[in-house]
């Protein structure tokens, strides 16, 4: 299991415990992962190509669900997470799905020739990854007011995730 996978595992867990319930039912933060070949499928004809990484973050799961809830699911969803009390989150961030990103990278390149793929959003910014028609292994982050490889947020998805797990576990950071 790489690093990566057992990071996703502790946001899962965390998902989990406090997934939000309405009317007795929980409300799904995180939509289902892709295959590697719904991936494939997407990415084949594109001047870009994904890091293993991206491709291990979307089987996890293919980002939030926050498009396909109603306007007052999302409301209750904020509410919840400001709601309570043991949890207390600062920040909401929502995980961009693969269509989405892909459709902003396809119309964002940089002066270097390099397509601005973003991950997650939240208010008016994103954390992002810069692609070229190699695939990596890794994937350095790159904040979306300066995406250039000149400003490395972090060295790789696996080292963003890390440290947004350590933020949901210390109650700082809500997803969806």
Known sequence: MSELTEILQRISTWVQQYQPEKDGKKIPLLAPGLTHE??????????????????ELYQWHNGGYSCFLTAEE???VKKSSEQIKAFSAREIVHFISLDEALSYAISRETKAGKHIFPIFAWQNNSECTLLDSEQRKTSPIVDS?????????FPSITNMMLYYTRLLESKYLWIY
């Open 145 to 153: 007011s300066t995406p250039s490889e000149k400003f490395i947020s």
């Open 38 to 55: 719904e991936i494939e499928s997407k990415v084949k004809d594109l001047p870009f190509r994904l890091s293993v990484e991206l491709y």
């Open 74 to 76: 999302q409301e209750f």
